[in-house]
């Protein structure tokens, strides 16, 4: 259940920072409609696939998904432009992520 639940997370990041940075790469970087329009979809994906998650408390999954948001995003930042994050960068990102892992997978009774 808890891979599973991690595979759900880490699509729904794909998902929306790829979708983000379409939308991004289409208006910023002058790419065109065609990426703005890539990026919609993408962002759609994402709402979906956060839906399928196990735990059915939006709130919860929502602010589980905010530390998979951070290191996602300063991974394809390193991936997709270059971004070489700092020791303060990989620290947050450390603790969004063990928060993360405390709002979903702590024992509840």
Known sequence: MILRSLLLFALAAVAEIGGAWLVWQGLREHRGWLWVGAGFIALGLYGVVATLQPDAHFGRILAAY?????VGSIVW????????????????????????GVIMYAPRG
């Open 77 to 100: 930042g390193m991936a997709m432009d270059g971004f070489r994050p700092d020791r303060w960068d990989i620290a947050g990102a450390a603790l969004c992520l063990a928060g993360m």
């Open 66 to 70: 905010g530390g998979v948001f951070v």
